[in-house]
């Protein structure tokens, strides 16, 4: 997190980043809400002995809106909190269950307090009580030196009437928090809680997410061994079948069993290159390949597949040199494009896979005359599991998905050309040795 890019140094940059904050915050920065800060058009806020810089505060504003997690929202108020207004020491709790409150960043308080300790709503703690009250509170803390009592701060942070957590501050010299300045730790507070509330939104949904992907990851390792078994064993069948009529059926069984575990198995594949492509645990491994070695690879690949469903698989290759990429991603990239078009081939149709320089770049194809794609339906099309809409009883909707992660980690856009009855064409660019 930077803030770097905040700079106050102009009256035109500081309005904007005002708007911004206020807007922000949940104030009105166009009617009678801004009268809540009119000292913001000020150097600084002189309140009852208080002084809170304006720049200070539009900085705190702007660095904790822009925070992205929990963490960085909760040290980000800890660390300005601190500096803006001159506490010892400072804490950000956030509600744990539904009558506790966690320490989620602390500063300045030594032993006392630390990450992780938790703080029952029911304690007559400042704290405690902002956070049953919904509102701020302003203590006494006894004696700490010269007889002079020092004063504990504590502002619940609230969404939509939902307590999230409290901002807690101590000060070790007594003071009196004149309206202007109360209401800039209150605003202070309102774009805290904002921006909690949106970090947790993130942090749960990627948490959620990560637990989808660990538990596809997970079943679909422990899927492989059965499946393979089951092709293994569906072929051993068809070939002790006796040779009788009765062991032709046998076979036709046999081989239907290895053709649908074979099936299963290819989601199973896709399945955990998709939870493995979007985790990022996997590396590209670069070198110089031949163009013309990469087509035939992959039209050997495919061509069963071509051959089971009548559809004539060609290669149009113009251009004789090597590709700088990771060749085992692109087969496959290219494996996934080939098979999508001759999915969507009818019968007696013609797919070509096609290569050509264009402006020092290796220029790759695949190019069908099927169905074509709807052109409302090409914003989605490399979305994981999205089909469309379109008849298959195939596949999980993958294939396209792990192609194109694949060619965005080699920085090649893909580009799709498709008419409705006319067929498709998907292209991509590699860089030419």
Request: aromatic share 4%; net charge neutral; proline share 4%.
């Amino acid at each position: 997190m930077t803030t770097s890019n905040y700079r106050f140094d102009d009256h035109a940059n500081t309005s904007r980043l005002r708007a911004v904050v206020l807007e922000r915050a949940g104030l009105d920065i166009q009617g009678p809400g801004l009268a809540k800060v009119p000292w913001l058009d000020r150097a600084e806020i002189v309140s009852d002995g208080v002084v809170v810089r304006s720049d200070q505060l539009l900085l705190a504003w702007a660095v904790i809106a822009a925070a992205g997690t929990t963490t960085e929202v909760a040290a980000a108020l800890v660390e300005h909190l601190i500096g803006i207004f001159g506490a010892s020491a400072g804490a950000v709790m956030l509600v744990c269950g539904e009558d506790e409150l966690e320490i989620a960043c602390v500063a300045g308080h030594g032993e006392g307090l630390r990450l992780g300790s938790r703080v029952a709503f029911g304690w007559n703690s400042p704290a405690a009580r902002a956070a049953r009250t919904k509102e701020p509170v302003f203590d006494d803390d006894g004696d700490v030196s010269n007889d002079a009592p020092a004063l504990r701060v504590a502002v619940p942070l609230v969404v939509s009437e939902r307590t999230l957590g409290v901002i807690s501050m101590r000060f070790e010299r007594p003071r009196a928090w004149g309206l202007e300045a109360r209401d800039a730790l209150l605003a202070l507070a309102r774009v805290g809680a904002r921006a909690l509330a949106r970090a947790r939104r993130l942090d749960e949904a990627e948490l959620a997410a990560r637990q989808g992907r660990d538990l596809l990851a997970v079943v679909a390792h422990d899927l492989r061994d059965p499946l393979n078994a089951m092709m293994l064993r569906a072929s051993l069948v068809a070939r002790w079948a006796p040779q009788a009529p009765s062991g032709e059926r046998i076979r036709t069984s046999a081989e239907q069993i290895r053709r649908c575990a074979e099936r299963m198995n290819g989601l199973v594949c896709d399945l955990l290159d998709a939870a493995r492509l979007n985790a990022g645990r996997w590396a590209l491994s670069r070198r110089a390949y031949s163009v013309t070695q990469l087509v035939e690879d992959v039209i050997e690949t495919v061509a069963p597949l071509a051959l089971a469903r009548s559809i004539r698989l060609e290669s149009n290759v113009t251009v004789d040199g090597a590709a700088c990429c990771d060749p085992a991603r692109v087969h496959q990239a290219l494996a996934n494009l080939l098979g999508n078009a001759i999915k969507f081939t009818h019968k007696g149709g013609t797919v070509v896979l096609g290569a050509h320089e264009a402006g020092g770049r290796i220029m790759l194809s695949v190019t069908d005359n099927g169905q074509g794609i709807a052109e409302s339906d090409l914003p989605y099309l490399f979305d994981r599991y999205w089909k469309g809409g379109r008849p298959s009883p195939e596949g999980a909707g993958l294939g396209l998905h792990i192609a194109k992660t694949i060619l965005d980690a080699h920085d090649s856009a893909i580009e799709v050309h498709s008419r409705l009855g006319a067929g498709t064409t998907i292209s991509f660019s590699l860089p030419l040795v």
